[in-house]
Nanobody, 125 residues
Framework: QVQLVESGGGLVQAGGSLRLSCAASGRTYSRYGIGWFRQTPGKEREFVAAISRSGGHTDYADSVKGRFTISRDNAKNTVYLQMNSLKPEDTAVYYC??????????????????WGQGTQVTVSS
């Protein structure tokens, strides 16, 4: 079992930056593949980025590639999502998720076992 808490969301102007954090407690964080997803009202949860448990493998949605960077610090039990050059279409609730006992969680939200409560990101034009 692992508990996830996101932070770092907020309101930012287009072109600005935010860094989201996903802090974990419970079982050893380094055993989990971690993903970031986002959701807007009426839409299905959308893949944003994922990182393997060692940090050696990462994936990004095409819509954020080159602007967002996912990283992790297993010593601090934290995964980060650095978001640069934000656009109004990035506005959503952002969730981090953990997939247990696997090297890499993948891009499908259905594969993930544990979820945080979400943090709102709003990008104004």
């Amino acid at each position: 079992q692992v508990q996830l808490v996101e932070s770092g969301g907020g309101l930012v102007q287009a072109g600005g930056s935010l860094r989201l954090s996903c802090a974990a407690s419970g079982r050893t964080y380094s055993r989990y593949g971690i993903g970031w997803f986002r959701q807007t009202p009426g839409k299905e949860r959308e893949f944003v980025a994922a990182i393997s448990r060692s940090g050696g493998h990462t994936d990004y949605a095409d819509s954020v590639k080159g602007r967002f960077t996912i990283s992790r610090d297993n010593a601090k039990n934290t995964v980060y999502l650095q978001m640069n050059s934000l656009k109004p279409e990035d506005t959503a609730v952002y969730y981090c998720a953990a997939r247990g006992d696997t090297y890499y969680g993948g891009t499908d939200f259905k594969n993930y076992d544990y979820w945080g409560q979400g943090t709102q990101v709003t990008v104004s034009s």
